[in-house]
């Protein structure tokens, strides 16, 4: 009896060994490629990019490295996987990073969901290659507090799934892999066992701390925001370099978990102008054109009779649009009440999210209560061009940007102060005087009241206060991003000799 027990057994390892065995083969077989530095691009696709063919495979990607030869084969400085876990189109600074990356003479794979249009310039640049993701199915999408619990996770499976077989399968092993951060989960993880498997060289680049955010909906003393934190820095500290948007966000890195970063502000791209008297009239009419306002309040943005403002927001929870709102209805309140003092104020709003239907049923609600007599609520989605002209042509932008961790900066600043726009908004976190300069090339509020004085002092009041604010913001607006980018970024990478 004894004797079956151990030739049983036997039987039973030898047959795990087996399939051990098999299962460890087939994983080496299947392991993703690894970068080699003398990798180089086919003669057949240079012939079709020198000879401007469509370029824009989304299983393209190449690791290549080296210098022009003669023999029909051409080489790149260097290669870049830049990943984004949301979609391409709404994250600028990465495309950014992409353009910089293939001005510079690099190769880059552009990884992440396309769900909005990308820079033209992206589209026709034969070094960079866009590499979709398949996008999260709807029905695990969800801004219930309750139905998140139950289908984070499943979502979570499903990015991870589709990240690693796009990073590990469907692009050719690069030198570097620039990620954005946040989201953390499960990007940084899944980007250190593709680094590793294909002798890559990870980047972080930090946008905000994913933890921080995450709290926002759930608390800073829920569980699941406590394993976020964890598992963020703890995963972060195995990259190779890391860049962050602000000074405040490199410091709180180093003296928190003790990772070294180098800041590296974001700065407006050329595109982003002021414009000259002729060139806002032309826009102008195209805005007319675009959001079907009425001719009468063109004309009013003319002479002066009507202000433009402007605003940018995602329509999320670190944004507080009832503050504008509410702002708005009290100014025009006291312009009702005191005609002739102050302007008319024409809002444009322009950004998609998941609040965005909740506050245009409250705008419709107060136009029909008559509290917005003075003021003209418009919502916009523009393209890249149209978005930069407008800022071009608006009096004022707001920021309503509250850092959830109070060391990131909104992004849509850096852009008006390109377009030599100067900005009002949120002020009440670490990261803010960074960028604006109270008095400057902008003014800072931290709730209604402050805000409308704003409105009223730089609209009602003398021309000059806001004219000085433009002068700032048109200073603060002349250092570009490849200024910034070149000796940051350009240095790690190679790229700037």
Not at 90 to 118: C, F, N, T, W
Not at 259 to 287: E, N, T, V
Not at 307 to 326: G, H, I
Not at 372 to 399: E, N, P
Request: glycine share 8%.
């Amino acid at each position: 009896m004894a004797f079956s027990w151990l030739q049983t057994i036997w039987q039973l390892a030898l047959a795990a060994a087996v399939v051990g065995s098999t299962l460890f083969t087939i994983i080496l077989i299947t392991l993703p490629a690894q970068y080699k530095a003398t990798s180089t691009r086919s003669a057949e696709k240079i012939s079709a990019d020198q000879a401007g063919a469509p370029h824009k495979s989304v299983a393209g990607g190449d690791g290549v490295e080296g210098d022009s030869n003669t023999t029909g084969e051409l080489q790149s400085k260097t290669s870049v996987q830049v990943v984004v876990l949301g979609d391409i189109g709404r994250s600028p600074r990465m495309q950014y990073h992409a353009l910089s990356i293939a001005k510079a003479g690099g190769h880059v794979d552009l990884v992440g969901y396309q769900e909005s249009d990308v820079h033209p310039e992206i589209l026709s640049s034969s070094n960079i290659t866009i590499v979709p993701l398949p996008p999260t199915a709807s029905s695990l999408r969800t801004g219930n507090k309750f139905l998140f619990l139950l289908f984070g996770p499943l979502k979570v499976l499903f990015q991870t799934w589709s990240l690693y077989y796009t990073l590990g399968y469907r692009t050719k092993p690069a030198r570097w892999m620039l990620v954005q951060n946040p989201p953390s989960i499960p990007t940084l993880a899944l980007a250190l066992l593709i680094c590793f498997l294909r002798n890559t060289r990870l980047v972080i680049d930090w946008h905000n701390f994913g933890y921080s955010i995450l709290a926002l909906k759930l608390g800073t003393s829920h569980p699941l925001v406590r394993i976020s934190r964890w598992y963020e820095f703890f995963f972060a500290r195995f990259a190779t370099a890391h860049f962050t948007v602000t000074n405040a966000m490199a410091r709180t890195l180093k003296e928190t978990v003790r990772i070294s970063a180098l800041p590296l502000h974001d700065r407006p791209p050329g595109y982003f102008q002021p414009l000259s008297a002729d060139q806002r009239r032309d826009f102008l009419k195209h805005l007319r054109d675009i959001t079907q306002l009425p001719d009468v309040m063109i004309d009013g943005i003319h002479s002066g009779r009507c202000k433009l403002l402007v605003s940018s927001t995602s329509w999320t929870a670190d944004e507080d649009f009832q503050l504008l709102l509410d702002a708005l209805v009290e100014y025009s309140e006291r312009a009702v009440n005191d005609p002739g003092d102050l302007p008319f104020i024409i809002a444009i709003i322009t950004g998609k999210g998941p609040q965005k239907d909740y506050y245009l049923t409250e705008v419709d609600s107060l136009a029909e209560q008559d509290k917005l007599g003075a003021v003209a609520i418009q919502t916009a989605w523009l393209s890249s061009k149209d978005y930069a002209s407008l800022l071009g042509a608006a009096d004022l932008g707001i920021s309503l940007h509250k850092s959830s961790s109070g060391v990131d900066l909104p992004m849509k600043v850096v852009d008006m102060f390109g377009a030599g726009l100067p900005v009002a908004g949120w002020s009440q976190f670490e990261a803010w005087p960074e960028l604006v300069k109270e008095g400057i090339n902008g003014r800072g509020f931290s709730d209604v009241d402050q805000l409308v004085t704003i409105l009223i002092e730089l609209f009602g009041g003398s021309p000059q206060g806001l004219a000085s604010l433009k002068n700032g913001a048109l200073g603060e607006g002349a250092r570009r991003w490849d200024d910034e980018w070149n000796p940051v970024a350009g240095k790690l990478f190679a790229l700037n000799g």
